[in-house]
């Protein structure tokens, strides 16, 4: 049988490199925002319940606004010029990569995420 003091060390395990981002009530349904984890940009996005986390920089033009851009179809579609990337693969339609996606939990209303910092090799 687990303690109190056993529980405490499994959540504490589980939240290994992730980063409090912010609570899930701060995230608005279908709006993007931004935030800076380990040096890296990224979007985090609300729908229908699910919170999902994508890097904030597009491949197309390297344009800092995917947080900006609208869902469709189960797709984040960058502002700029269009590029649409699926919200948990970070793929394109033609299933060519796009955007790095990040895991992310919720444990007590709050929003943590695992970022590991990337290496820019464009
Ligand atoms: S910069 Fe995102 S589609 Fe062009």
Known sequence: MKNSQDSKISSVNELEGFTKICLVENLREKHGQKFFVNETEIAVFKVEGEIFALNNVCPHQHTSM?????????????????WMFNLKTGRMPTDKKGLDTYPVKIIDNQVFVKVIKKEWNW
């Open 66 to 82: 995917i947080y900006e851009g609208f869902i469709e179809d189960g797709c984040i579609v960058c502002p700029a010029h269009g």
